[in-house]
């Protein structure tokens, strides 16, 4: 069955970095798009990025230029890299496969996705 592993979060300095993996099992990851969300306590779920199968990337404006999303298909992983971090950056991430393989419009959108991982907590602060 489809699961998606979130790791490598944990507590950094704001203006630090920190890589999160995004571990795909149960289908093929070429096949399909990936997108990683935060949840930041008492708030909605927030889409923050997207990779399609064909490696188009797509960031919501508050991680532009600081977030990069990737992945390698031969490790079926998806990774977020994360630079110049914020302390409003602190959510749990996690990591969704959408319905089908593009980002299409309204990627940011939770119900896009059909299926989740466990979330991994990030926390900035000094």
């Known amino acids: 069955q489809v699961q998606l592993v979130e790791s490598g979060g944990g507590l950094v300095q704001p203006g630090g970095s920190l890589r999160l993996s995004c571990a795909a099992s149960?289908?093929?990851?070429?096949?399909?798009?990936i997108g990683w969300f935060r949840q930041a306590p008492g708030k909605a779920r927030e889409g923050i990025s997207c990779i399609s199968s064909g490696r188009v990337t797509y960031y919501v404006g508050s991680v532009k230029g600081r977030f990069t999303i990737s992945k390698d298909n031969g490790k079926s992983t998806v990774y977020l890299q994360m630079s110049s971090l914020k302390p409003e950056d602190t959510a749990v991430y996690y990591c969704a496969r959408p319905r089908g393989s593009s980002c299409a419009a309204g990627w940011e959108l939770p119900s896009r996705y059909a299926s989740w991982g466990q979330g991994t907590q990030v926390t900035v602060s000094s």
């Open positions: 149960g289908f093929t990851l070429d096949d399909y798009a």
